[in-house]
Structures are given as C-alpha cells and as structure tokens.
C-alpha cells in the first residue's frame, strides 16, 4: 500500500459546478496534512493546510478524519483556472520531518 | 524577484555523463530539499539540508550527490548518467526543518538519451 493515495481522475468538471475528492495516508502518526496545487509543467504550490476540525479558504474547503486516515479537498463553484493536478502531502513525522506527496488528482474544469 | 531558482531548466545528455543542476534560493531559509519527479509525477524526496547539513537521505544511488556550500545554495551532481535518471527535478526550501510550507523551484527537465 502507498504511504499516500489518490485517484488519479481526471475529474471532468463543468464550469460552476462543484467537486469533491479524497486522499488516504497509511500512517496513523502522521502529524500534518496538506493540498499543494501542481499546475501542467510547473512547479508545486502549497494550496492550504489542513487541520483537525476542517478548515475553508475561499471556494475550497479541507476536512481531515484522523479515525479513517483521509483528508479531503472540495472546491466550490469551480473556475476555468481551477484546472490542475492537486497533490496531497502528508508530513508523517519521520526523521527530519520530511512531507510525502500523493501521486495527484487531476481535475479539468470546462466551460 | 525569484524565490527559488534553478539552472538549467532544460538538460539534454547521453546517458554515462556526469552533469550537475544547481539551486539558490533568496528567502533566508534554513532548510533546502531536492526532489525528483518522474513520468508518472509521482514526487518523491531525495535529499534534505539543514543549515548546510545533511537531514535527509532517501534511498538514492551514490551517482548522485547533493552539496551545499552555504545555506542558500544546493547543488546536485549526477555521475555516470542512467536512462532512468530522467525525470523533473525540483529544489525547494523552506523556513525551517520541518516547516508546512515549502517553496519549490521551477524544475530542471533531465533527458538521458
């Protein structure tokens, strides 16, 4: 089992609409979680942590259930510029308190 | 003003050569990390500096070696290039060890032909 999983998608989404997905960590220790946004041959950007009793920044929304072991990313009323592969990350404690990337979701917004 | 840059963006080599990218950052971070992305864009860490010292160090093979001769400076060397060597590699760094944010650079694209 990977450390981090996600479904890769992609999510096809129509403009407005809304979109949910989910990411499983296999480390209960893990101590810290966050969405990194990745856009097409570009770098990664840190989107926003995610903390024990969910937290919201604009459109998007994180929620976090340590019992299950996932976080979760919503984003509402989705814009063209929505469109970009979003990486979960996972700081699970280890020596050096190194962060493990999911492998992406891939979400395309269309008009 | 760049926070995180790295040189070359593009490298392009024949696999056995030994070629090196290099990264600065100007945020007066303590930590710098290399990670490599590869076909799959699965981004995993390879390296880890704190302070000019050695944090972290996955399980790479020796043909790569990271130095950093101060803290706003990490280099990566790689002999003896292999094809599966190609991939993005991604400097990034951050306030501390251990820090939510990290800060990445633009990427360096590395072909092994």
């Known amino acids: 089992r990977k450390e981090v999983e996600q479904d890769p998608g992609p999510f096809n989404v129509p403009e407005g609409a809304t979109v949910a997905f989910n990411c499983t960590y296999s480390n209960s220790a893990s101590q810290s979680f966050f969405w990194y946004r990745q856009d097409c041959r570009k770098e990664p950007k840190l989107l926003m942590s995610v903390y024990s009793s969910g937290n919201e920044d604009g459109r998007f929304t994180a929620q976090l259930n340590r019992a299950s072991q996932y976080i979760s990313l919503l984003i509402r009323d989705s814009k063209l510029s929505d469109s970009a592969t979003y990486l979960c990350?996972?700081?699970?404690?280890?020596?050096?308190?190194?962060?493990?990337f999911g492998g992406g979701t891939r979400v395309l917004v269309k008009p | 003003d760049t926070a995180v840059s790295q040189t070359p963006k593009y490298l392009v080599t024949q696999m056995g050569n030994d070629k090196s990218i290099k990264c600065e950052q100007n945020?007066?971070?303590?930590?710098m990390y290399w990670y490599k992305q590869d076909s799959k864009k699965f981004l995993k860490i390879m390296f880890s500096?704190?302070?000019?010292?050695?944090?972290i160090n996955e399980t790479v093979p020796n043909r790569f070696s990271p130095k950093s001769p101060d803290k706003a400076h990490l280099n990566l060397h790689i002999n003896s290039l292999e094809l599966g060597d190609s991939a993005v590699y991604f400097c990034a760094s951050s306030y501390r060890q251990g820090a939510s944010t990290q800060y990445f650079g633009p990427g360096t694209r590395l072909t092994v032909l």
């Open positions: 990350v996972v700081n699970m404690g280890a020596a050096g308190n190194k962060l493990t």
């Open positions: 945020l007066g971070h303590d930590t």
């Open positions: 500096y704190n302070n000019k010292e050695l944090i």
